[in-house]
C-alpha cells in the first residue's frame, strides 16, 4: 500500500536526502568514480540504514511505501551529490518492485540488485548489473519480469571502460541457464508486445526464471515508466550539480582582473543552466504514463548533457582534469543520454507509447 | 640541407619524401595554392595510412594506459612518427626540416587525429614549441636547437619540444594583451651577468613532462606583463627545473599535460626567443599559426568517429539494423556537413596564414638567400655570434613589418580562431552523436567512440576557450579592430621598458 504523504512531510524528506548525500555521498564522489570497493560498500550501508534502497517497496514487501513522485525526489537529492549512486539505488528500488512482495521482502537487507531494462539489447553493457546480488530483467509495463537470483547460472562480465555513473557498474549479462546466452533482452522493436524477456524463447513464460521453475508467475509491475523517470530524476541531479559548481567557479576565478562570472560569455552559459533549471522536465503524474517518463527522460539527460559540457567550459583546462569533478558530471550526463536506451530511440518510442 | 639530399631517393617513404614528391608534381597554373593542394592531397593520404597503422590500434591501450598513470608515455610511438619526419614537420628545409606551413601541418593533423588524437598531440605540441622559434626566432635557430631536433630524430632517439604560457592563475589571461595586463600572471625573468633567471609555475604544459627543449613565456615584469613578455627558449636539464604534477585528464591522455616548475633557472641571453620584450605579439602569432591546426585536430576527431560508426553500422549486425533507420542516415549525412564546413575553415584560415598573412616572410628573399648559404657556412663562430645579435633580432622584426602588418594578422587570426572554434564544436556535436547512434553498445567502437568524445572536449579548451576565440572573431572579421601584434620596429622602445 501506498502512503499518503504531504507538501510538509515530502519537504521534510527531501531535506533528509539532501542532507545525508551532502554528508555521505559528495565525500566520497571521485572514489565511488574510481570504483572504490570500500567507499562503495559504506554507501551503499549508509542508504540501506536510511531505507532508502526499500523506500518505493510497499510495507508488505517490507518497504516504505512511498509515493513514486516524491520516491523521484529522493533520487534526484541523491543524483545532485552522486549520480552513480543514485541510479543504483533507483535500479535496486525498481528491481524489487518488480518482484512478488514475497520474493522482494526476502531480499536481505545490504544485498544490491538491479533492474535491466526492457529496451537494453543483446551485447550490451547493462548498468547496475556488476557486483549485483540479483537481477530482475525485463519488467515493462504489462510484462512479467524474469529474475536471475544469487546462486544461479549467471555471470556479469565488468565492462573496465565505463564512461560514467560508475557507481552503478556496467557489465555484460550472461547465463548458463534459462537465460540467453549472449546476455538478456532485446530492445525497441524487438520488445514483444506483452514485454517478456525474449531472444532464445528459453525463458519460460513465468515471471521467475528459478531451477526448478517452481515459481509461479509473478504480477506485472509498471517499473518502466519509473526507470525512465529515475533516469530523468538522476539527470536533473547532475543539472543542480553542475550549475552549483560552475557558479561557484565562475564567483571564485579571476581572469583579467575579475571573476569569469563576470564576463558574457561566462553568464550566458550560467544563465542557459538556470534556464534549464527552472524550465525542468514534468515528472509523469502516474507512475505507469511511460509516454510522459519517455519525454522526462529525454529532455531531462539532453539538459544535463548540454549543461555539463558548459560546465566544464566554464572551468576551462581545470575542468578537465579529474580534481575538478565537474568532468565526472559530463561522462554522468552523457550515459544519462543513453540508458536506458539512447534518446533518439526514446524519442522514436514516445510516439507510440500509451 | 644540401647534405641531407633533397634530391636523395625516397627509400623510406617517409613523408618527407611524400612531400617532396608532391613538389616536383607538375604545376600547370603555376600558383602556389593550386601546387599546395597538389601536395596536400598526398600529404593528406600518406598521414591517413599511418594513422590507420600506428596510431588506431595502440589508441585504447595508450588511454587506458595514462588512465591509470597519467606520467605514463610511450616512447615507442614518437620514434614511430619520427621514421615519418613527423617531429620535423614544421623545422625549415634549410635545417634539415620539411619545411610545412599551416596548411600542411593542419592536414597531416586532422589524418592523425582521426587515429588517435592523444598521440596526435605528442607531434603537435612538439610543432606548437617550436612555433616561436620559427615565428620570431630569426636564422639563429635554424643551427641550434632546430638543427639538433633533426638530428635527434634521424638518429632514432626523438627530443620533443613544448609551449610554456598557461600559469595556476592565468589561462585566458596570457593568450589576449588586454587581458593581460590585469591578469595574475606570476611567473617573471630578471636579467642576471649572461643571460635571465626564470622563476615560477606553469600548468597545463603539453609535452611538459617529456620535453627536452621548452618555448616558455615571462614578464621581466610582473606588474607589465604585455610590455615586458619574453620568450624563452629553456633547456629542461637545466639545474632548478623540475616537472610537478602530471594532470589526471578526461582525454587525449597519450601525451602528458603537466605542471613545470622554474626554481631559478638560468637561461642564457643568446636563448631568448626573438627580442626580449616582444612576448606578447609572438604569442599571438604563435596562435594565429596553430589555431587552424587546431580546428584540424577537431574535425579530424570528428571525421575518425564518423569512419567508426560507419565501419560499425556496416558490419556489425546490431549496426546494420540501424543503418536503416532514417534518423541514422540524416544524423550520417548531417556529420558530413559538419565535417566538411570545419575543414573548409581551417584550410582557409592556415592559406591565408601562409600567404599574405605569415608566409610572406618565409618567402622573402632575403631567407631565400639565407636558405641557400651552406650550412657549414651558417654555423661558422662569426656567423652564429651575427645571427643571434641584437641586430639579427631587428632584421627579423623589419622582416616581418616588410611583409605583413597588424590588419592582416589580425585578420588571419580571427579565420584561425574561427576555424579552432568550428571545429572543435564540430568535434563534441559529432562524437557525442555517434555515441548516440552505438548506445551502451558492449564492443569496442562505443569504447572508442567514448574516447573521441572524452578527446573533443579538449579542443573547445586549449588554444584559448572557444569563447576566447569568438571573440578574436569579433575583432578581426564582423568589427575589425587590428591588434598591435606586430613588435614594435624599434628595439630601443623594447629595451626602455625593460630595463
Known amino acids: ?354 | 640541407m644540401a647534405r641531407l639530399g633533397r634530391r636523395a631517393p625516397d627509400r623510406t617513404g617517409s613523408l618527407t619524401a611524400m612531400a617532396r614528391l608532391g613538389r616536383r608534381a607538375p604545376d600547370r597554373t603555376g600558383s602556389l595554392t593550386a601546387m599546395g593542394r597538389l601536395d596536400l592531397r598526398a600529404v593528406r593520404d600518406r598521414a591517413r595510412r599511418f594513422a590507420d597503422e600506428e596510431l588506431a590500434p595502440r589508441a585504447l591501450e595508450l588511454d587506458a594506459r595514462a588512465a591509470a598513470d597519467p606520467a605514463a608515455f610511450d616512447w615507442e610511438i614518437v620514434r614511430h612518427g619520427a621514421r615519418e619526419g613527423l617531429l620535423s614537420l614544421m623545422v625549415p628545409k634549410p635545417a634539415g626540416g620539411r619545411g610545412a606551413l599551416a596548411a600542411e601541418t593542419a592536414v597531416v593533423m586532422e589524418e592523425l587525429c582521426a587515429g588517435c588524437p592523444g598521440i596526435a598531440l605528442i607531434f603537435g605540441a612538439n610543432a606548437l614549441g617550436m612555433a616561436p622559434l620559427l615565428l620570431v626566432g630569426g636564422l639563429a635557430p635554424w643551427d641550434g636547437v632546430l638543427a639538433e631536433l633533426v638530428a635527434a630524430e634521424r638518429r632514432g632517439e626523438p627530443e620533443l619540444m613544448a609551449f610554456a604560457i598557461t600559469e595556476p592563475d592565468a589561462g585566458t589571461d596570457v593568450e589576449d594583451p588586454e587581458l593581460v595586463r590585469r591578469g595574475r600572471v606570476t611567473t617573471a625573468a630578471h636579467r642576471v651577468a649572461g643571460g635571465y633567471r626564470l622563476s615560477g609555475t606553469k600548468r597545463f604544459i603539453s609535452n611538459g613532462s617529456v620535453a627536452r627543449w621548452i618555448t616558455a613565456f615571462m614578464p621581466l615584469d610582473r606588474t607589465r606583463p604585455a610590455e615586458t613578455m619574453t620568450c624563452f627558449l629553456v633547456d629542461t636539464r637545466s639545474a632548478g627545473f623540475a616537472v610537478g604534477r602530471v594532470e589526471h585528464k578526461l582525454g587525449q591522455r597519450a601525451c602528458p599535460t603537466a605542471e613545470i616548475v622554474f626554481d631559478d633557472v638560468f637561461v642564457p641571453g643568446e636563448r631568448v626567443v626573438g627580442r626580449p620584450g616582444d612576448g606578447m605579439g609572438a604569442t599571438m602569432m604563435v596562435l594565429a599559426m596553430s589555431r587552424a591546426p587546431v580546428g584540424a585536430i577537431a574535425t579530424g576527431i570528428a571525421a575518425g568517429a564518423q569512419r567508426r560508426l560507419l565501419r560499425w553500422l556496416e558490419e556489425d549486425p546490431a549496426g546494420a539494423e540501424a543503418l536503416h533507420d532514417q534518423h541514422v542516415q540524416l544524423e550520417l549525412a548531417h556529420m558530413e556537413q559538419d565535417i566538411r564546413a570545419a575543414r573548409g575553415a581551417y584550410l582557409a584560415a592556415a592559406r591565408e596564414l601562409d600567404g599574405d598573412a605569415l608566409g610572406g616572410a618565409l618567402r622573402h628573399p632575403a631567407v631565400r638567400l639565407a636558405s641557400a648559404v651552406p650550412a657549414r657556412v651558417r654555423r661558422a663562430p662569426l656567423a652564429q655570434r651575427a645571427l643571434r645579435s641584437a641586430r639579427a633580432r631587428d632584421v627579423t622584426v623589419r622582416l616581418l613589418h616588410r611583409t605583413t602588418d597588424d590588419v592582416r594578422l589580425t585578420r588571419a587570426l580571427a579565420a584561425s580562431s574561427l576555424a579552432k572554434a568550428q571545429g572543435a564544436d564540430v568535434a563534441m556535436r559529432v562524437t557525442g552523436a555517434a555515441l548516440d547512434i552505438v548506445g551502451l553498445h558492449a564492443g569496442p567502437v562505443r569504447a572508442e567512440l567514448e574516447k573521441l568524445w572524452r578527446d573533443a572536449k579538449l579542443t573547445q579548451i586549449y588554444e584559448g576557450t572557444n569563447q576566447l576565440n569568438r571573440l578574436e572573431v569579433f575583432r578581426g572579421l564582423c568589427h575589425p579592430q587590428p591588434m598591435a601584434i606586430l613588435p614594435p620596429l624599434h628595439a630601443a622602445a623594447v629595451e626602455a621598458v625593460t630595463r
Not at chain 1, 535496486?92 to 537487507?109: F, G, I, W
Not at chain 1, 560508475?166 to 532485446?186: C, I, L, Q, Y
Not at chain 1, 519460460?204 to 526464471?209: D, E, K
Request: one cysteine or more; proline letters at 8%.
Open chain 1, 1 to 354: 500500500m501506498t502512503l499518503t504523504v504531504t507538501a510538509g512531510d515530502r519537504a521534510l524528506l527531501v531535506d533528509a536526502a539532501r542532507g545525508f548525500a551532502r554528508r555521505e555521498l559528495l565525500p566520497a564522489a571521485a572514489r565511488l568514480d574510481h570504483g572504490d570497493r570500500e567507499a562503495t560498500h559504506r554507501c551503499w550501508e549508509s542508504v540501506c540504514a536510511l531505507g532508502l534502497d526499500r523506500a518505493l517497496l510497499d510495507e508488505e514487501a517490507g518497504g516504505a511505501g512511498l509515493p513514486p513522485g516524491v520516491w523521484l525526489a529522493l533520487i534526484e537529492e541523491l543524483a545532485a551529490a552522486e549520480a552513480g549512486l543514485a541510479l543504483a539505488v533507483a535500479l535496486h528500488a525498481l528491481a524489487l518492485r518488480a518482484l512478488p512482495p514475497d520474493a522482494a521482502a526476502a531480499v536481505p537487507t545490504g544485498a544490491r540488485w538491479a533492474l535491466v531494462p526492457a529496451p537494453a539489447a543483446r551485447d550490451h553493457i547493462v548498468l547496475g548489473a556488476a557486483g549485483a546480488d540479483g537481477l530482475v530483467l525485463g519488467g515493462h509495463a504489462g510484462g512479467p519480469p524474469a529474475v536471475l537470483e544469487p546462486g544461479g547460472d549467471w555471470s556479469v562480465t565488468a565492462d573496465p571502460r565505463q564512461l560514467g555513473l560508475r557507481a552503478a557498474p556496467a557489465g555484460v549479462v550472461r547465463s548458463d541457464g534459462a537465460v540467453p546466452p549472449a546476455g538478456v533482452v532485446r530492445g525497441d522493436d524487438a520488445i514483444p508486445p506483452a514485454g517478456v524477456v525474449r531472444g532464445d524463447d528459453a525463458i519460460p513464460p513465468a515471471g521467475v526464471v528459478r531451477d526448478d521453475d517452481a515459481v509461479p508467475p509473478a504480477p506485472a509491475p509498471a517499473v518502466e515508466a519509473l526507470l525512465y523517470a529515475a533516469t530523468a530524476a538522476v539527470a536533473i541531479g547532475i543539472v543542480r550539480r553542475a550549475y552549483e559548481l560552475a557558479t561557484d567557479y565562475a564567483a571564485t576565478r579571476h581572469q583579467g582582473g575579475g571573476p569569469i562570472g563576470h564576463y558574457g560569455a561566462v553568464r550566458q552559459m550560467l544563465a542557459a543552466m538556470a534556464v534549464r533549471l527552472e524550465a525542468r522536465p514534468r515528472m509523469p503524474a502516474e507512475e505507469t504514463d511511460l509516454r510522459a517518463a519517455l519525454a522526462a527522460k529525454v529532455a531531462a539527460s539532453h539538459a544535463a548533457g548540454r549543461t555539463t559540457i558548459d560546465a566544464v567550459q566554464v572551468f576551462g583546462g581545470s575542468g578537465y582534469i579529474a580534481d575538478s569533478g565537474v568532468e565526472k558530471l559530463m561522462r554522468d550526463a552523457k550515459y544519462c543520454e543513453l540508458y536506458p536506451e539512447p534518446n533518439w530511440r526514446a524519442r522514436a518510442r514516445l510516439l507510440s507509447a500509451a
